[in-house]
Each structure stands twice: as structure tokens, then as C-alpha cells.
């Protein structure tokens, strides 16, 4: 599976293209692997102002600049490689009945690193298994924002 990023911190939502991918398959896992040292996989939720923390968190821990690694090459990305280390580059995913099987609020996220848009590479495997126990999730809309809770869910008023 391809990936086209638009430069550093892009947080690019790969939940349907995997969803399209194990369509049909039936029961077993998906591995995911990232083929790259300068961007990485994550699983959260949905919602704009986490990515904003979630990147100036990764700013503040790792801040761009002083590395020994951005003098290599020239292309100054020493800390995309040390912010890479902080996620993931693999996830290993169930699938049940030809669906992802991640929980209501679980969106699954490439996030570049690199210092301008990169074209990433993701190797995917389809491992059958049979599950041990099922647990049916609460369908949710992931892609619209004013999302509308599952039921049992209560938000809490600001
Ligand atoms: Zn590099």
C-alpha cells in the first residue's frame, strides 16, 4: 500500500484504505508494516486538537535541531528519526468477518516525520486465525465531526 504524505507532522488517516484491503478475508490479524525510519503508525482518536497535542508533544520531547545525524546526509531530519522511535512502525490489527476489528474511538494514523512529503510504503499481511472470544463493538461514524456518541456513551458536558 502506497501513502503520499504533505510534509512534516501530516497525520494521515489509513483506516478505510486498510478496511478496503481485508475486505472479504474473513478472521485472522493484519500486519502492518511501515517501511520507513522517518515516519510511523499510531492508533487514536479521531479529533483535531489531539493531533495538535500529539505533535507539539512530540516537538516539545524531541525538538528539531542540534542532532548528530542532520550533518549524515545534509537533509537535517535527526529528529524525525529519534520522534519515529517514540511510536510505532508496525501494528498488528484483528479482523473479523473481513472488518477491522478496532474499538469505537480507534482510528489508525501514519504520521510523517521527514521534513518534506514523502511517498511511504506499507507492507501488508493477512495472517488467518480463528478469534477466541468476540466482542461486538459499537459502530461509529469516525469520519464526520459532529459524531454522534454510541449508545451508552455519555460525553461529558464542558
Ligand atoms: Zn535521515
Known sequence: MIVNT???????DITASLEEKVKGLGDGMLHVFLKSTTSALFINEADTALLQDIREQLAKLIPKGGHRHD???GDGNGH???RSLLLSHDLTLPVR????DLGTWQTVYL???DVRPRTRQISLTFIPGKPIERIASQPVNRKSE???APQGFQKQSA
Open 6 to 12: 504533505k510534509g512534516e507532522m501530516d497525520a494521515v
Open 71 to 73: 550533518s549524515t546526509w
Open 80 to 82: 524525525s528519526h529519534l
Open 97 to 100: 468477518d473481513g472488518r477491522l
Open 111 to 113: 504520521l510523517e516525520l
Open 146 to 148: 459532529g459524531r454522534v
